[in-house]
């Protein structure tokens, strides 16, 4: 499965919140470099791949891209200061069609709680040092030394960024 701007969806965080938050690619000043939900339609076919589909969706693409921001913001944060402005933003069940269905948001919020709330699931949460990546995922690894989100994307381009600077070192000096 693929966004409308045909990058591979890619689920990769653990937790519902965390892949949430890896619809985009995030600087290291948390600003967004690479929007990956472009349109509603994008966030359902997110929500498909994570097996979802049937979930009340925010008004707007902004709207969503706003909570993710906050959403972000709240697990990234020592002190958690989005989290009312959070609870504010959402209703975490939705009626449709007289049948009650869980929001996004709502499961989202659920999610993140779930993280913090627990000191060493918080603490396995880590964000990618990729250039430009910034995803969230949780270590899972038995000795928690995991540092890329994906090895065969950021891992493997700071390999070879590396391997590139010792080359050019070893001309230099020669």
Not at 82 to 94: C, D, N
Not at 109 to 116: H, N, R
Not at 142 to 153: A, G, I
């Amino acid at each position: 499965m693929s966004y409308s701007n045909d990058h591979p969806i890619r689920l990769i965080g653990g937790r519902l919140a965390l892949d949430l938050v890896n619809t985009a690619d995030w600087s290291e000043d948390s600003e967004v470099v690479h929007e990956k939900i472009e349109s509603l339609e994008d966030l359902g076919v997110w929500l498909q791949a994570f097996g979802l589909s049937d979930v009340a969706l925010p008004a707007t693409a902004e709207a969503f891209r706003a909570f993710r921001a906050d959403l972000r913001q709240f697990l990234r944060s020592e002190d958690r200061p989005h989290l009312l402005r959070l609870q504010r933003e959402v209703g975490a069940w939705t009626a449709n069609g007289g049948i009650a269905r869980p929001s996004l948001s709502g499961l989202a919020i659920m999610s993140a709680f779930s993280i913090v709330a627990d000191p060493r699931e918080l603490g396995r949460v880590k964000t990618c040092p990729g250039d430009n990546c910034g995803w969230m995922f949780v270590d899972e690894t038995k000795n928690s030394r995991r540092t890329w989100c994906l090895m065969e994307t950021c891992g493997n381009r700071a390999k070879a960024a590396r391997h590139y600077q010792k080359i050019r070192e070893e001309r230099n000096i020669s």
